[in-house]
């Protein structure tokens, strides 16, 4: 069964730069400011010129203080060589201690991924 399963797994690259920004909402979902983090590369730039090292405290004290929610509304790759460009338009809930999102918003972003020896790293985000 988990060979069939296995077997059935694309391993095209869409599918892998999907999975990976796939694994960094969750890790946003679950409050992990280190594993949402992982996927950027040494290289990284993100709005106002933030780095990595930038980008993972940012996330470690939105992280602290909320809950975030994301729903993938839409998301477009393509792939050139090694490098691919995705198009995301997200929905971005937050709650600080309550059941209910207080926050809510709408959200595009532009992604640029680099493949790497160990899969494709995150090296810019840019919000449209």
Not at 21 to 26: G, L, P, Q, S, T
Not at 78 to 84: I, L, S
Request: proline share 4%; glycine share 10%; net charge neutral.
């Amino acid at each position: 069964m988990v060979l069939t399963l296995l077997a059935c797994r694309s391993d095209k690259p869409e599918d892998q730069v999907r999975r990976t920004f796939e694994a960094c909402v969750a890790a946003v979902e679950a409050g992990d400011a280190a594993a949402a983090a992982e996927p950027l590369d040494a290289t990284f730039r993100g709005p106002e010129g933030m780095d990595k090292p930038g980008a993972r405290l940012f996330l470690m004290g939105l992280l602290r203080q909320e809950k975030i929610g994301v729903t993938v509304v839409q998301s477009d790759v393509a792939v050139r060589g090694d490098e691919a460009f995705q198009d995301v338009d997200l929905i971005l809930t937050g709650r600080s201690g309550g059941l209910l999102p207080q926050d809510a918003s709408r959200r595009a972003f532009s992604l640029r991924w680099r493949k790497t020896g160990g899969g494709w790293k995150l090296v810019a985000i840019q919000e449209r």
